[in-house]
């Protein structure tokens, strides 16, 4: 069966630091790894992740994938109180959730950024 | 564009009663998805249809069933509501085949009592 876990669970830091978040997964003839921002409604997606070591980057947020020791991390720097959210991390395999289609969630780690 | 949208936002139900989670999108993607999210569970998927015509299961199907009415349109019912099923709701629909970046809904939140 498909897993992802996630690390922190949840994470309090100051605004201005940076964050690391974390990603490990194992999962059957993987595609590609999603990162996402949930507030309050749904998710928004942040990047996807299909080759080792090519690092993604939108603004403050960035994220790199190794396939090999099977994590992702979501790096956020100079942290914002709008960064405040859960981030969700997910993982497409040709049978995730059990010989379904789709991806397969890890928990979330929810991010508080305090001013 | 609307991308998903989702209706109702928000219901109340007895144990017992059915009722039709809608789902729409127009970005004519092929493939559309149902999850639920519960605290501490993630997300979990209940359903999904690769293409107009065909629906297969995911993780959580007990309790559900699903149409595809077209390709814009993807519905999750429930025929018996149970406190168990009280949840978030989260529609979801996907690009390309190669790599799936899943657009979703604002969700419907469901309380059933």
């Known amino acids: 069966e498909d897993k992802v876990v996630q690390s922190p669970l949840s994470l309090v830091v100051h605004e201005g630091d940076t964050v690391t978040l974390n990603c490990s997964y194992e999962v059957t003839n993987f595609r590609s790894l999603l990162w996402y921002k949930q507030e309050k409604k749904a998710p928004t997606f942040l990047f996807m992740l299909?080759?080792?070591?090519i690092e993604k980057k939108s603004g403050r947020l960035s994220s790199i994938l190794d396939k090999k020791e099977l994590f992702s991390i979501l790096n956020i720097t100079a942290t914002q109180t709008g960064d405040s959210a859960v981030y969700l991390c997910?993982?497409?395999?040709?049978?995730?959730?059990?010989?379904?289609?789709?991806?397969?969630f890890g928990k979330g780690t929810h991010l508080i950024i305090q001013p | 564009n609307a991308g998903v949208t989702q209706t109702p936002k928000f219901q109340v139900l007895k144990t017992g009663q059915s009722m039709t989670l809608q789902c729409a999108q127009d970005?004519?993607?092929?493939?559309m998805y149902w999850y639920r999210q519960d605290p501490g569970m993630g997300l979990r998927l209940i359903y999904y249809?690769?293409?107009?015509?065909?629906?297969d299961k995911g993780e959580v199907p007990n309790g559900y069933n699903v149409s595809r009415l077209n390709k814009r349109e993807f519905s999750l019912r429930l025929e018996s509501a149970a406190p168990s099923q009280t949840s978030v709701y989260f529609c979801a629909s996907t690009t390309g085949p190669v790599g799936k970046t899943q657009y979703f809904g604002p969700g419907t939140r469901l309380l059933v009592l």
């Open positions: 970005m004519n993607h092929n493939s």
């Open positions: 299909t080759s080792s070591g």
């Open positions: 249809s690769a293409s107009e015509g065909t629906t």
């Open positions: 997910a993982v497409d395999g040709a049978y995730s959730g059990g010989g379904a289609d789709g991806l397969t």
